[in-house]
């Protein structure tokens, strides 16, 4: 039988049906036309290399990680790359790479760009495994471009590193704040996680506080992800147990009064065990996109995945809606990468069977006055089974970029990114 789920939100408070993809909106019945779709290559890819493990977009430079690319005869050190659109010595329908991003020092198994963030002329990239302050504590390397030349300009540490924290597995960035998680940081016990604010202070970041959760324990993996937007941050912990075993939270926090204060705790209103609420977030204004991408849907299947979009009035955050796939089944992990602008939510089923096995799939939503509907499908022009399209993406600016690490374009696991305009093609 099918599950009926009661949503209530700020604006209205309605039923929706677990197989549904938003509250009160029928199955879709066309196909996608969205049909302006370009795929980028590192220029020196190669098998192994996993690019597109991790992405970021801002206007129009775009930024990959390679995280398992070897740096002369140094393995697994990892590189990112930098494209920008138009330009001089464009290629690949008008993407132009522009930089290859290396550590100086780099290290074997380093794995850098494992995550990245970006925003204008600033790279961050994740180096979670660096052994700086201890095998696996991790850092973020800092780049930063004038004109069109990039230079690594910082190293950062956690003030109280220890071996083991995994800092730099979930970075978020703004002109202002540089927000790190280390979900294996002990604060308060054994992998309990944190996460770190850095401020930027004349073209250097400096730490600023240290938050872990006031409920925390053993085990939650707070900071597994981060997002911020302006004074407000997110801080996801997908094996917080308050709901469910593993069940996940996101916690809320806005800088007030000098100070960052917790704001919230948000949890899935039908929350279950290993859902993993919180392991992906992101956010925009006042409106923020939660992922739990094991969850259960009796009609789809285990592991069908869904994610959940929470609005704020005043300092109070309501569940507004629980999206899931409209062409669904088990094991999809619809939520494996969530991004939200404005009126538009992306949300990537990696293991969806597309094209063939686990080929993967995105789905798009808009928000109209009626609130958020399913608008359209996603799915790579050349995708090959194993694929995962859908392994990380982001937005801006009416454009998506959506990974594929596992693409074989330049041998086996070798990986691609596919950017797409998010406008209609007209007919």
Same mark, same amino acid.
């Given at each position: 039988?099918? +599950? $009926?789920?009661?949503?209530? &939100? $700020? ?8 197989? @549904?993809?938003?509250?009160? /909106?029928?199955?879709?019945?066309? #196909? =996608? ?16 290399? =996993?690019?597109?493990? @991790? ?17 002369? %005869? ?10 920008? /659109? ?14 290859? *991003? ?9 794995? *850098? ?16 495994? +660096? ?10 390397? @800092?780049? /930063? ?68 959760? %006031? ?60 859902? $993993? ?10 409106? &923020?996109?939660? !992922?739990?991408? +094991?969850?259960? $849907? ?25 999206? #899931? ?22 949300? !990537? ?20 006055? %009626? ?11 050349? =995708? ?28 086996? /696991? !070798? ?13």
């Amino acid at each position: 039988m099918t +599950r $009926i789920i009661k949503l209530c &939100a $700020i604006f209205y408070c309605g039923v929706a049906f677990a197989n @549904s993809h938003v509250l009160g /909106e029928p199955l879709p019945t066309k #196909t =996608s036309n969205l049909t302006n779709q370009t795929i980028i290559l590192a220029k020196d890819g190669k098998a192994g290399d =996993s690019f597109g493990y @991790s992405a970021a977009i801002d206007g129009t430079t775009i930024l990959v990680g390679a995280f398992k690319a070897d740096i002369d %005869n140094t393995t697994d050190a990892g590189a990112a790359y930098v494209f920008v /659109e138009g330009g001089k010595g464009q290629y690949q329908n008008g993407w132009h790479q522009q930089a290859k *991003l290396v550590a100086e020092p780099a290290f074997a198994e380093d794995t *850098l760009g494992g995550k990245v963030a970006l925003n204008g002329d600033i790279a961050m990239l994740g180096v979670m495994r +660096r052994d700086d302050k201890g095998k696996d504590a991790g850092a973020v390397v @800092s780049f /930063e471009r004038t004109l069109s030349n990039w230079r690594q300009t910082q190293i950062i540490t956690a003030p109280d590193a220890k071996p083991g924290d995994a800092f730099g597995q979930s970075i978020a960035l703004t002109d202002k704040y540089l927000v790190i998680g280390a979900p294996r940081n002990d604060a308060l016990g054994k992998d309990s996680g944190a996460a770190y604010i850095f401020l930027r202070e004349h073209n250097t970041w400096r730490y600023q506080a240290k938050i872990k959760a %006031n409920d925390g324990v053993a085990g939650d993996l707070f900071g597994i992800s981060v997002a911020i937007d302006g004074n407000t941050m997110l801080v996801g912990a997908d094996l917080h147990d308050a709901k469910a075993e593993n069940a996940g939270a996101v916690y809320v926090y806005r800088f007030d009064d000098n100070q960052w204060q917790q704001e919230a705790k948000l949890m899935a209103s039908d929350g279950g065990k290993t859902d $993993i609420f919180g392991v992906r977030v992101a956010i925009s204004g006042d409106t &923020a996109l939660i !992922s739990a991408r +094991r969850d259960d $849907i009796d009609s789809l299947g285990v592991d069908a995945g869904s994610a959940y979009i929470f609005v704020r009035e005043g300092k109070t955050w309501t569940e507004q809606v629980k999206l #899931t796939s409209p062409d669904g089944y088990a094991d999809d992990r619809f939520g494996r990468g969530v991004a939200l602008s404005g009126d538009t939510a992306i949300i !990537s089923a990696m293991n969806h069977d597309a094209n063939g096995t686990d080929t993967g799939a995105a789905y798009v939503y808009k928000k109209g006055q %009626n609130g958020w509907g399913y608008a359209n499908k996603i799915m790579a022009k050349h =995708s090959m089974a194993g694929d995962r399209f859908g392994w990380n993406l982001d937005l801006s600016d009416g454009v998506a970029v959506i990974t594929t690490p596992y693409h074989a374009a330049n041998g086996n /696991e !070798s990986g691609a990114v596919f950017i797409q305009e998010l406008k209609p093609t007209a007919k």
